[in-house]
């Protein structure tokens, strides 16, 4: 009998352990590993971190799970949590505080997910952390002080990135880096730090230039998982190794050009030069009066490492084209410029005595343009120039549908004007000439107005309507044709088809204009019984061929009054 309680009491404890244990999110699983409990989640949709994940769990890993960004608070009863693994979980953002609570954490694992940028300040709260895996990631900058509070950190895995230029403070800065260089050769080493900076765009200018030092002096304990990394860019370094690349020191754009002043006449091609040599490699513009109204071909071109040729191509140049033209350098450490004067004389050739157009007229410059656009109405704007007394121009707006002719003076330079009440759907053309000649070719725009749905819609409607009435009354017209056919008429000859003395011809409206049938030309009345030209009038005859009128056979009907 003594069995017997003690049976039951096995039982007891058997289900309080059991009910000790910790459950598990559904579709995930939980396991007894030797550092502890471990919770994995794979290829589930959680859409976030679940809140609130029980303390005991030593080791998380979502993979393959959407969860987005990692917020603040999520890890809050986690702090005895020391790997978290969140791998290919489409992680775009993590938050300033996200990893507060976790100062037990050793290990952190982002790997293929879609992270920009990294909060480094955040590492303050995980001062144990020793491996950060951030490859296949969308990273493109670290700050120099990136690495100062990962103070334990011995594998940082920043591959497959799109890091273009890194300081080499950032590895100098990294606080292993630092006690391995202040311990001396001869201290023990107790541990390696490995870096991997593989497949990222690496551009080889000189802002790399420290980080190419640093990878080429680098030796234990520093282990680089890829020794071999590789230049993208400029054009000159592309697919060279760092080992086989000698980068310069950075230097200010310096700017020359061939020739500061330039003359041409009208209607010549012109190009301007300007030389800029500069490390890292600098951008050029180029700066001039009416540079928003008469935009000119850039090309550039480098003739060496560090010199950038730029040409500025103007083509028929005019009198408005002459004044002064600014290239300008520009890079990380500066600016610099160089100012070209450009002069454009006027053509010395006379004008044919059948030319079309004056030399006044020839020598004015118009650009006309269509801002803005409405159904009813339009915005002009224009830049318009003359090296003449003459100084007004015209403005000739014109629409062969709506019969409209609007004809507007203006002075010169940039000037604005509205137009509205126009028709829509409707083509326009608005010309702007030299004083009152008229408009000539390249001087004018033609513009279609928008599509008045209102106003389509009831066209539409009258249109309909026409039709259907035009359908009754041929249906009319037809009804009668069929009864007259059937009517008693003993008419003989041609005159049977009028049978004028059977039935009374309809009275028409008053002021009826004279209308001629030339469907009767080849067809001459002929009377019988006294119903041609000269026979006998009955009463009610109210129509008749009109004597002495000579129209080929044909007749002509009148209303009488």
């Known amino acids: 009998m003594a069995s017997v309680p003690h049976y039951f009491l096995l039982v007891l404890v058997l289900l309080d352990s059991h009910a000790a244990q910790p459950s598990c999110l559904p579709g995930c699983a939980c396991s007894e590993e030797s550092f502890g409990r471990t919770l994995k989640c794979i290829s589930i949709s959680l859409g976030e971190i679940p809140r609130n994940l029980p303390e005991e769990f030593k080791q998380v890993r979502i993979e393959n799970s959407p969860v987005f960004e990692l917020p603040l608070g999520f890890f809050i009863n986690m702090s005895t949590l020391e790997y978290l693994w969140l791998n290919f979980s489409n992680v775009t953002v993590i938050h300033l505080g996200a990893l507060e609570h976790l100062s037990e954490l050793k290990e952190l694992r982002l790997e293929g997910n879609k992270l920009r940028s990294v909060p480094w300040t955040a590492f303050r709260a995980t001062p144990l952390l020793r491996v950060l895996d951030l490859k296949h990631n969308r990273i493109d900058a670290l700050p120099e002080l990136a690495l100062q509070f990962l103070v334990n950190l011995t594998y940082l895995d920043l591959s497959s990135n799109r890091l273009t230029v890194v300081s080499s403070n950032v590895f100098l800065n990294w606080p292993a880096y630092q006690k391995h260089r202040q311990s001396g050769r001869e201290a023990e080493i107790l541990s390696s730090m490995v870096l991997a900076l593989h497949d990222n765009p690496w551009l080889c200018d000189c802002r790399l230039r420290g980080l190419v030092q640093f990878i080429k002096s680098i030796s234990l304990p520093v282990i680089l998982v890829n020794p071999y990394l590789m230049c993208r860019g400029p054009l000159f370094k592309a697919g060279k190794l760092f080992h086989e690349t000698e980068l310069s020191v950075c230097t200010k754009p310096q700017i020359s050009t061939p020739s500061a002043n330039v003359s041409v006449q009208v209607g010549q091609n012109v190009t301007l030069r300007c030389l800029a040599q500069a490390s890292p490699s600098p951008t050029v ?156 070719q390249g001087r004018c725009v033609v513009f279609v107005t928008g599509r008045d749905d209102g106003g389509l819609e009831g066209r539409e409607r009258l249109l309909h309507t026409s039709v259907v009435l035009c359908a009754a009354l041929l249906a009319v017209a037809v009804g009668a044709y069929a009864w007259a056919a059937q009517g008693p008429c003993r008419c003989r000859g041609w005159g049977r088809r009028w049978c004028l003395h059977r039935r009374r011809a309809p009275r028409g409206p008053l002021a009826v204009p004279e209308h001629r049938d030339d469907s009767s030309r080849d067809h001459t009345a002929v009377g019988e019984a006294g119903l041609g030209p000269g026979g006998d009038k009955r009463e009610g005859d109210e129509q008749r061929p009109r004597e002495g009128d000579d129209h080929g056979g044909g007749l002509v009907w009148t209303a009488s009054p």
């Open 285 to 440: 513009s180029w700066t001039y009066p009416l540079s928003t109204w008469r935009e000119f071909d850039v090309l550039t071109s480098f003739t060496a490492e560090d010199a950038t040729l730029s040409e500025l191509v103007i083509p028929a140049a005019h009198l408005v084209d002459r004044g002064n033209y600014t290239c300008l350098a520009s890079n990380s450490l500066g600016m610099s410029t160089v100012v070209i004067s450009l002069r454009v004389q006027p053509a010395q050739a006379l004008l044919a005595p059948h030319a079309l157009f004056s030399p006044s007229e020839s020598s004015a410059y118009v650009d006309l343009r269509v801002v803005k656009q409405t159904v009813h109405g339009i915005l002009l704007e224009w830049f318009a120039a003359a090296d003449t007394p003459e100084k007004w121009f015209t403005l000739y707006i014109a629409s062969d549908e709506a019969l409209r002719k609007e004809v507007v003076h203006v002075g010169p330079g940039i000037n604005t004007y509205t137009v509205d009440d126009l028709l829509p759907g409707t083509k326009y053309e608005v010309c702007l000439s030299l004083g009152g000649q008229p408009p000539r």
